[in-house]
């Protein structure tokens, strides 16, 4: 008995493979009412949205001629009518393969399932060149952050107001064994919670990397050299590669002298040497690393007249700043070992108390940087969240030096940025 379901269940899985690599909707809407959107070929592992955008790859190919085909006239070759062919052909490869996207990932299907090639669908739209379909799994990906999202916080309000009757109609509903519904930026989606997922809300989806806690990054030793800064697990913590980052945001942040400037997160000091450089009429730094603080100690930081460092995590500290009502025109926000959560939290909540009208601040895009779509889900994610917590956000691009040819993460093994490109953001208060 159980191998006669073994054997239905795979048939299921290769049938659901088949409708979605063929672009056939109707089949797979049939399918898809008793079976999982998120099944996964035991060769390739390709889920049903690999598939279909997998067969878009052969959208250019050439046609036949046929009966419709105009006749030719003299000076025409038969290569005369293959081009607008093949682009009619691919139009409708990439319009019927995105109605199968959507389908599924209205039905479940998630976003960034791994095939045995450890690309995500996106990845895989994005490596065919196919523009359209990877701009879906993007805005699929934005969708599903923002939704569990939403979901961290529904738990945070029931573990506030335990006693208070919650709206049921505005919370995500349980449709089903591990499936929510949710009606989010006026459409209907189902997103499901299974172990394959969990890791939505992670901006690293290489398994070679293991999560790093904050506690047991400041309990960790460091290791010290001119070009890097490593947590004992030879994490890549800061990178002598990103001084021009550094510099390149100092100069955008702080383009006059005699500014007010807060830091958080000294590392190895680049940004606030630059900082530095404008000669601020007052520079604080917020650091909690023990042996940065040592550090920073013997590199003098402690005897400039402008600099007021403040040891300790920027939770337990800056709150303390809000109180003595100190005023900044320059922020930026740079730890390591946070989540996506510590940056909400702080823009959402602190910046507010700390940046003067007129004021600018940013943060390190390091978020999801080794893996293009996480990096575009988060910058999107991120700029939502600024808009509705009202900042304004311009997004300047910079080159990335080619990191594999100047051997940079040579002796490192968390490869924090992987990316050609870097999304510099410069926000303020919105007018």
């Given at each position: 008995?159980?191998?006669?379901?073994?054997?239905?269940?795979?048939?299921?899985?290769?049938?659901?493979?088949?409708?979605?690599?063929?672009?056939?909707?109707?089949?797979?809407?049939?399918?898809?009412?008793?079976?999982?959107?998120?099944?996964?070929?035991?060769?390739?592992?390709?889920?049903?949205?690999?598939?279909?955008?997998?067969?878009?790859?052969?959208?250019?190919?050439?046609?036949?001629?046929?009966?419709?085909?105009?006749?030719?006239?003299?000076?025409?070759?038969?290569?005369?009518?293959?081009?607008?062919?093949?682009?009619?052909?691919?139009?409708?490869?990439?319009?019927?393969?995105?109605?199968?996207?959507?389908?599924?990932?209205?039905?479940?299907?998630?976003?960034?399932?791994?095939?045995?090639?450890?690309?995500?669908?996106?990845?895989?739209?994005?490596?065919?060149?196919?523009?359209?379909?990877?701009?879906?799994?993007?805005?699929?990906?934005v969708r599903a952050e923002m939704l569990l999202n939403r979901l961290d916080d529904y738990e945070v309000l029931q573990d506030e107001c335990e006693d208070e009757d919650e709206?049921?109609?505005?919370?995500?509903?349980?449709?089903?064994?591990?499936?929510?519904?949710?009606?989010?930026?006026?459409?209907?989606i189902k997103v499901a919670l299974t172990d394959a997922d969990a890791a939505q809300s992670q901006p690293h989806l290489n398994a070679d990397n293991q999560d790093i806690t904050?506690?047991?990054?400041?309990?960790?030793?460091?290791?010290?050299?001119?070009?890097?800064?490593?947590?004992?697990?030879?994490?890549?913590?800061?990178?002598?590669?990103?001084?021009?980052?550094?510099?390149?945001?100092?100069?955008?942040?702080?383009?006059?002298?005699?500014?007010?400037?807060?830091?958080?997160?000294?590392g190895m000091g680049i940004i606030d040497a630059s900082f530095q450089a404008t000669s601020p009429v007052s520079h604080h730094i917020i650091e909690a690393h023990p042996e940065?603080?040592?550090?920073?100690?013997?590199?003098?930081?402690?005897?400039?007249?402008?600099?007021?460092?403040?040891?300790?995590?920027?939770?337990?500290?800056?709150?303390?700043?809000?109180?003595?009502?100190?005023?900044?025109?320059?922020?930026?926000?740079?730890?390591?070992?946070?989540?996506?959560?510590?940056?909400?939290?702080?823009?959402?909540?602190?910046?507010?108390?700390?940046?003067?009208?007129?004021?600018?601040?940013?943060?390190?895009?390091?978020?999801?940087?080794?893996?293009?779509?996480?990096?575009?889900?988060?910058?999107?994610?991120?700029?939502?969240?600024?808009?509705?917590?009202?900042?304004?956000?311009?997004?300047?691009?910079?080159?990335?030096?080619?990191?594999?040819?100047?051997?940079?993460?040579?002796?490192?093994?968390?490869?924090?940025?992987?990316?050609?490109?870097?999304?510099?953001?410069?926000?303020?208060?919105?007018?």
């Amino acid at each position: 008995m159980e191998t006669t379901q073994n054997i239905s269940s795979e048939l299921e899985a290769q049938l659901m493979l088949l409708a979605a690599s063929n672009h056939e909707f109707e089949t797979l809407r049939t399918l898809l009412r008793n079976s999982s959107a998120n099944v996964q070929d035991p060769q390739t592992g390709y889920t049903p949205l690999h598939s279909a955008i997998a067969a878009c790859k052969h959208s250019s190919i050439q046609p036949t001629e046929s009966s419709d085909t105009p006749a030719l006239v003299n000076g025409q070759t038969n290569g005369h009518y293959s081009s607008a062919s093949s682009e009619r052909i691919q139009s409708d490869s990439l319009e019927s393969g995105s109605k199968t996207m959507r389908l599924l990932l209205q039905n479940g299907a998630i976003w960034n399932d791994l095939d045995k090639s450890n690309r995500t669908p996106g990845c895989l739209a994005l490596e065919l060149g196919l523009t359209v379909l990877y701009d879906i799994m993007v805005d699929a990906g934005v969708r599903a952050e923002m939704l569990l999202n939403r979901l961290d916080d529904y738990e945070v309000l029931q573990d506030e107001c335990e006693d208070e009757d919650e709206d049921e109609e505005s919370k995500p509903q349980e449709i089903g064994k591990g499936i929510i519904q949710d009606d989010f930026l006026g459409e209907t989606i189902k997103v499901a919670l299974t172990d394959a997922d969990a890791a939505q809300s992670q901006p690293h989806l290489n398994a070679d990397n293991q999560d790093i806690t904050s506690e047991a990054y400041l309990r960790s030793d460091l290791i010290f050299s001119p070009d890097r800064l490593l947590d004992e697990g030879r994490n890549g913590v800061m990178m002598a590669w990103e001084s021009e980052i550094m510099e390149r945001t100092a100069e955008l942040l702080a383009p006059k002298d005699g500014l007010r400037i807060l830091n958080i997160g000294h590392g190895m000091g680049i940004i606030d040497a630059s900082f530095q450089a404008t000669s601020p009429v007052s520079h604080h730094i917020i650091e909690a690393h023990p042996e940065v603080l040592t550090q920073m100690k013997t590199n003098g930081w402690l005897e400039k007249s402008n600099v007021r460092v403040h040891e300790g995590r920027w939770q337990d500290v800056v709150p303390k700043l809000i109180e003595e009502a100190i005023l900044f025109d320059v922020i930026y926000f740079d730890t390591f070992a946070e989540d996506y959560k510590a940056l909400h939290d702080f823009f959402s909540e602190y910046v507010i108390g700390l940046l003067d009208n007129g004021g600018k601040w940013g943060f390190f895009n390091g978020l999801g940087a080794d893996r293009q779509i996480c990096y575009d889900v988060y910058i999107k994610v991120t700029e939502m969240d600024l808009f509705e917590a009202g900042y304004d956000v311009q997004w300047v691009t910079l080159k990335v030096p080619d990191l594999e040819e100047s051997k940079a993460w040579k002796g490192v093994k968390r490869r924090y940025f992987t990316l050609n490109e870097y999304k510099l953001p410069i926000c303020a208060f919105l007018s």
